[in-house]
């Protein structure tokens, strides 16, 4: 089906949840400030969090971003669609209320046949971007499926808003976040482009110092959190949601959420473990993290910040 209906809709205001291979959006046009600002009132997420732009190819980049560095464009160039979002210095076109009063603006084609046709649809009737963040409340857990979109946030819809559902999420972890406006790329949020690949394709060494003030929501200390207590790399006791690679065997009385058999499962079957545990009103989940860089990598810092602050 054609999203030109959806592409109507969203250009008259309506809120669009939509599929990616990384984890559901919930979409605005990124050009219209009371559309934008119904994202942060059905999320309750602070308003000085900037939303990530999806655009629909990388010729988008110079109507929403300035000082595009070449080593950005060899990123997009290898990676989009995919699981990537560029941080430019803005142009006039991103306003404060998508770049949370920032000079920079987040920038990501989705690998998702839905969401690009979506975003095709949009840019013919002149809707440059949809801006969208994870379609869940704030600090909770961010939806694989449209199903966890309804869930999170399916009562703070209007009838004119629309929840697509494109199956379940590929990746199922957000996508890594790369700051490119200094001379060498830096990650900001780790995901499945990993430092190796971006180090390979730019020829470039990740820079790993602290060197802005660039906000990043997933920053903050409790994130990507169910309900239920999170403790990392214990064993779970009778009673207790398990999360484990496959080969560690489930303890005695523990309730098996996941048993993975490889990194990218991990990371595909994580976030709907976690939900499983909530609506099976479990109290804590012990969970083995992955070992390994690459992706391990994403999944250790998403499950850090799940277990913190409770
Ligand atoms: O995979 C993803 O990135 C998903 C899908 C829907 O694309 N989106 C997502 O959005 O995870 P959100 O808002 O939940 O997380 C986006 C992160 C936030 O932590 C935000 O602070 C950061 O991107 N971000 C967006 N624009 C930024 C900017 N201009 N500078 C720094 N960080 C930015
Ligand atoms: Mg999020």
Not at 241 to 258: M, N, S
Request: aromatic share 6%; hydrophobic share 45%; glycine share 8%.
């Amino acid at each position: 089906m054609s999203q030109g209906k959806n592409a109507d809709a969203l250009k008259n205001g309506a809120l669009i949840a939509f599929p990616t291979e990384t984890v559901y959006g919930l979409g605005a046009d990124a050009s219209n400030e009371k559309a934008v600002a119904r994202i942060y009132e059905v999320k309750a997420r602070p308003h000085n969090h900037p939303l990530i732009l999806h655009i629909a190819s990388m010729d988008e980049i110079s109507y929403w971003a300035l000082d595009v560095k070449d080593y950005a464009l060899a990123l997009a160039r290898d990676f989009w669609p995919g699981p990537m979002t560029l941080i430019f210095n803005r142009s006039a076109h991103a306003k404060d209320f998508v770049t949370g009063g920032q000079e920079s603006v987040g920038l990501r084609v989705p690998d998702h046949a839905l969401a690009l046709d979506l975003l095709q649809e949009c840019l013919k009737i002149g809707v440059h971007a949809i801006a969208a963040p994870s379609a869940n409340r704030f600090g909770h857990v961010s939806p694989t499926t449209a199903a966890a979109v309804h869930e999170e946030i399916g009562t703070y819809l209007l009838p004119d808003d629309v929840i697509l559902d494109g199956g379940s999420a590929h990746v199922g972890l957000e996508s890594t976040i790369i700051d490119c406006t200094g001379d060498a790329p830096r990650i900001l949020r780790p995901g499945a482009i990993t430092q190796g690949m971006i180090e390979k394709c730019t020829g470039l060494t990740v820079n790993e110092t602290s060197n802005s003030n660039i906000r990043v929501s997933g920053s903050l200390e409790k994130h990507y959190a169910p309900n239920a207590q999170i403790i990392l790399d214990v064993q779970a006791t009778a009673g207790q949601g398990f999360i484990a690679p496959a080969e560690v065997a489930t303890p005695q009385g523990a309730i098996r959420l996941a048993a993975p058999t490889n990194t990218d499962e991990y990371a595909r079957l994580l976030y709907a473990a976690l939900r499983d545990a909530d609506s099976q009103g479990l109290i804590t989940i012990a969970i083995i993290q992955p070992s390994g860089d690459g992706l391990a990598i994403a999944i250790r810092d998403r499950l850090l910040r799940a277990a913190n602050g409770r």
